[in-house]
């Protein structure tokens, strides 16, 4: 990606965030689910990111992919989880597991806005351990037939197109269990969808669940060789992580932003409250949470972008993926503390989602659940340093 281009980029997420805050806040306070985000995107075309310029897309760079995504994240988390859902976790697999075909017919439709993309790894019974999924597979003469419940989807809803996961029905006598993707269309009777909608945050994003009764998947949908389901997973779950930390890191700007503005113009015993230092000691830690945030988030784009482009290197992948569970780890939860400050800058209206940092508030704390837990990434982050030997989970 050239210096213009990636300039060109990030002028057209700045007008496609200009265009969809107006219509952001006005759905946020009714609940109702932002229907403009993906006409918008396809206005501005930004919903081919990641995807090759000959297929379609913007062809970006991880750095410049986040960036965009951070600005996003200053619009709001439920905005910036659509795009989390279409690129990182819905087409990203494809771009980089999908055959010639698979990329060739998803991906340009994808970046045209014609095709939503999700990503259903989580069920109800099965969170941070995804091998205890019950969903199954069999092969049925020129089809795959699947079965099983997804939870908590983002996009799951809307999508066209959803990567899905699950265990093969039978399995041959010493041959192992393991799991296999899917590219799965929505559009057929076998899959039926219900929108989640009692959420603490997020409430002009979609989110649901859907069952899949014998939903049909065509032989050439099987995404990677049989058996390659959990590294596809996991592979992804890195690109999904770094979306929530680019995300978050776009949260604490705005909460910044917002606690700058208001404390120069709200007045408290005679002077702006921002004269007075316990609020200046909020302001100075939302500040520090936005640069360190920044930096983490910015070296796990390189990260990522190193090992893209050598990838048969495993220490580079090791390193992309370790950075980018830190800077997952950090970014969310630094949100969550400047959210926190911001809405007590903002005193009594701070607890008022009218508000944009209670907005924030609510919003970035599934940040710390989806996409790796705080637990999970703590404890992946400690077996980096001790060892594998010492893995809580084998």
Not at 46 to 68: F, H, K, N
Not at 236 to 249: D, E, F
Not at 272 to 292: F, G, T
Request: aromatic share 8%; with cysteine.
């Amino acid at each position: 990606m050239t210096a213009a281009e990636r300039i060109r980029l990030l002028a057209d997420v700045e007008a496609f965030c200009q265009e969809i805050r107006p219509i952001e806040e006005l759905c946020y306070a009714e609940h109702q689910f932002n229907d403009q985000v993906v006409p918008l995107a396809r206005k501005h075309n930004i919903l081919g990111m990641l995807t090759p310029v000959e297929l379609g897309g913007r062809g970006s760079d991880a750095v410049t992919y986040l960036r965009s995504l951070a600005r996003i994240g200053r619009e709001g988390t439920g905005v910036r989880t659509f795009f989390s859902g279409h690129i990182s976790i819905g087409s990203y697999p494809i771009l980089t597991w999908g055959s010639a075909e698979q990329k060739s017919r998803y991906l340009p439709a994808a970046a045209r806005g014609e095709k939503v993309m999700a990503f259903g790894l989580t069920e109800p019974d099965a969170g941070s351990n995804p091998l205890e999924m019950t969903t199954t597979w069999e092969r049925k003469e020129d089809k795959f037939i699947l079965n099983g419940v997804k939870y908590l989807i983002s996009n799951g809803g809307i999508a066209d197109v959803v990567i899905v996961f699950g265990y093969p029905k039978e399995v041959p006598a010493g041959k192992p269990r393991r799991v296999s993707a899917f590219i799965l269309e929505t559009k057929q009777p076998g899959f039926l969808a219900e929108n989640l909608t009692a959420k603490m945050g997020m409430p002009s994003a979609n989110t649901a669940m859907f069952e899949m009764r014998d939903a049909e998947v065509p032989l050439n949908n099987m995404l990677g060789e049989e058996g390659d389901g959990f590294r596809v997973a996991m592979g992804t779950l890195v690109a999904g992580r770094l979306s929530v930390a680019a995300g978050c890191l776009g949260v604490i700007e705005d909460c910044l932003a917002e606690v700058i503005e208001y404390s120069k113009e709200r007045q408290q015993h005679g002077k702006p409250i921002a004269k007075h230092q316990l609020v200046q000691e909020h302001i100075a830690h939302i500040e520090m949470d936005r640069v360190i945030s920044d930096a983490i988030v910015m070296k796990a784009a390189e990260a990522k972008d190193a090992s893209t482009s050598a990838p048969g290197d495993k220490e580079l992948a090791r390193q992309a993926d370790l950075l980018a569970a830190q800077a997952k780890l950090f970014a969310s939860n630094a949100a969550w503390d400047a959210a926190d400050r911001a809405v007590q800058v903002f005193g009594g209206r701070g607890w008022s989602t009218l508000y944009r940092p209670g907005r924030h508030l609510v919003d970035t704390r599934v940040c710390r659940i989806y996409e790796g837990t705080d637990e999970i990434l703590r404890l992946k982050i400690a077996a980096a340093v001790l060892g594998k030997e010492f893995e809580a989970f084998k």
